[in-house]
C-alpha cells in the first residue's frame, strides 16, 4: 500500500520567517510528487517533481526531490500572512495518487 | 483510521459510453467533494456536498455529469454520454464535522480513479 507522510502537521511562524515542509513516501512505481496548496476548497497546484537533485523554484516557493531517500522538501522564504494555508503532497505511484494528511501552516504577522 | 474509499480504482471506456464512480468518505465527515485532476494542474472542483446537500455544482458541466448523495454518506459521480476530454483522475475527497464552506478544514482525499476515455 501506497503511503505518504507529511511533517509537520502544523507549524506557527512569524512573518518574514523561512519554513520548510517536509514529505516523505513509500510508493510502488513512482512517477512524481506534487504539492498544493489548499486555501478554501480546491487544492492550488504547485510542483511537479519527477527527478532527484532538481530544485523548482516560483518566486519565494522552492521544492526539491530526493528519490533515493524517499522525500521532498517545499521551501517558503520570507513568508507572509497569505502563506497560511494547508499544504498538501501527493504521489503518483502504481495506486494512483496518494495525499499526505497536509501541513496547516499559520503565518502570524 | 479508514480513509477514503473510492472504485473502481482504474476505468477504461469509449466515447458516448457510461461511467459512473463511487466514494464512501471518512465516517462522520458532513462535507464531501468531487474533483477533476488532471495530471500538473490542480484539482478542478466538480461539486460539493454537505450532508446530502449540494453546496456548490459550479463548474459541473451538467450537461453529463450528475451526482448525488442521497444518504449524507457515499456519494456516486456518473458521466453521460463520456468525451475525449474527459480522461483524468477523479478524486474524492471528506472533511469533518465542521464543513463551512468558506472554512480551510482539512480534506482528506481517496486514491481517485483513473478514466481513460478512447
Known amino acids: 500500500e501506497d503511503k505518504v507522510v507529511q511533517s509537520p502537521l502544523s507549524l506557527v511562524v512569524h512573518e518574514g520567517d523561512t519554513v520548510t515542509l517536509n514529505c516523505s513516501y513509500e510508493?510502488?512505481?513512482?512517477?512524481?510528487l506534487l504539492w498544493y496548496k489548499q486555501e478554501k476548497k480546491a487544492p492550488t497546484f504547485l510542483f511537479m517533481l519527477t527527478s532527484s537533485g532538481i530544485e523548482k523554484k516560483s518566486g519565494r516557493l522552492s521544492s526539491i526531490l530526493d528519490k533515493k531517500e524517499l522525500f521532498s522538501i517545499l521551501n517558503i522564504t520570507a513568508t507572509q500572512t497569505g502563506d497560511s494555508a494547508i499544504y498538501l503532497c501527493a504521489v503518483l505511484g502504481a495506486d494512483g495518487l496518494t495525499f499526505g494528511k497536509g501541513t496547516h501552516l499559520i503565518i502570524q504577522p | 483510521e479508514a480513509g477514503v474509499a473510492q472504485s473502481p480504482r482504474y476505468k477504461i471506456i469509449e466515447k458516448r459510453q457510461s461511467v459512473a464512480f463511487w466514494c464512501n468518505p471518512i465516517s462522520g465527515h458532513a462535507t464531501l467533494y468531487w474533483y477533476q485532476q488532471i495530471l500538473g494542474q490542480g484539482p478542478k472542483l466538480l461539486i460539493q456536498f454537505q450532508n446530502n446537500g449540494v453546496v456548490d455544482d459550479s463548474q459541473l458541466p451538467k450537461d453529463r455529469f450528475s451526482a448525488e448523495r442521497l444518504k449524507g454518506v457515499d456519494s456516486t459521480l456518473k458521466i453521460q454520454p463520456a468525451k475525449l476530454e474527459d480522461s483524468a483522475v477523479y478524486l474524492c475527497?471528506?472533511?469533518?464535522?465542521?464543513?463551512?464552506?468558506?472554512?480551510?478544514?482539512?480534506?482528506?482525499f481517496g486514491p481517485g480513479t483513473r478514466l481513460t476515455v478512447l
Open positions: 475527497a471528506s472533511s469533518g464535522i465542521t464543513g463551512l464552506s468558506s472554512s480551510t478544514d482539512t480534506q482528506y
Open positions: 510508493v510502488t512505481n513512482f512517477r512524481s
